[in-house]
């Protein structure tokens, strides 16, 4: 049963860097499938922020791709978030999940974790 | 950009009605449209992926229809345990590819 888990800081200041860990268990990421990141505001929407691929290949939510950096440790079998320059907006439950690259979908999710931007 | 226009935003409905959600894409996306199913305080799951196809386990009173720009998500008959928001989400296969998530409906028993 594949099974992801995010972790990080609940609290990020303004300005500062959101960094977060998805831990992949029951998969080898090196096996193949894209991974990615999604965020879903308080009481809102959800939003792809991008996704990347074992070897390291990675794409982006335009709207979000000036301060967004997705890496992959496959050593770990782990792969990561980081956000910069965040603001209030930022705020967000950060959901990783496995992506089907040939059905486009994403098929196995974390449970989420909630980032507050605050001073 | 493909925008994706899901509708209703909120629906009510009784145990056992026929309850349908449309999602419409601003161009062509052929069949590459999923739908989910989010529970208060809990990931999104995957109900249906190319538009009609249910995914391994998913009751059977939901379905899915439609190609191109039009798509429309089916419960048969209401559940208590639907209650939910529901998203759909479109693939754009521009380089390079891109994902977006429908605003969703949020269902509710009347």
């Known amino acids: 049963q594949v099974q992801l888990q995010e972790s990080g800081p609940g609290l990020v200041k303004p300005s500062e860097t959101l960094s977060l860990t998805c831990a992949v268990s029951g998969y080898s990421i090196s096996s193949g499938y894209y991974w990615g990141w999604i965020r879903q505001p308080p009481g809102k929407g959800l939003e792809w922020i991008g996704s990347i691929y074992h070897s390291g290949s990675t794409y982006y939510n335009p709207s979000l791709k000036s301060r967004v950096t997705i890496s992959v440790d496959t050593s770990k079998n782990q792969f990561s978030l980081k956000l910069s320059s965040v603001t209030a907006a930022d705020t967000a439950v950060y959901y990783c999940?496995?992506?089907?690259?040939?059905?486009?979908?994403?098929?196995?999710w974390g449970q989420g974790t909630l980032v507050t931007v605050s001073s | 950009d493909i925008q994706m226009t899901q509708s209703p935003s909120s629906l009510s409905a009784s145990v056992g009605d026929r309850v349908t959600i449309t999602c419409q894409a601003s161009q062509d996306i052929s069949n590459y449209l999923n739908w989910y199913q989010q529970k208060p305080g809990k990931a999104p799951k995957l109900l249906i992926y190319d538009a009609s196809n249910l995914e391994t386990g998913v009751p059977s009173r939901f379905s899915g229809s439609g190609s191109g720009t039009d798509f429309t998500f089916t419960i048969s008959s209401l559940q208590p345990e639907d209650i939910a928001t529901y998203y759909c989400?479109?693939?754009?296969?521009?380089?390079?590819?891109?994902?977006?998530f429908g605003q969703g409906t949020k269902l509710e028993i009347k």
């Open positions: 999940a496995r992506l089907s690259q040939w059905l486009h979908l994403f098929d196995y």
């Open positions: 989400q479109q693939y754009d296969n521009l380089p390079p590819p891109m994902y977006t």
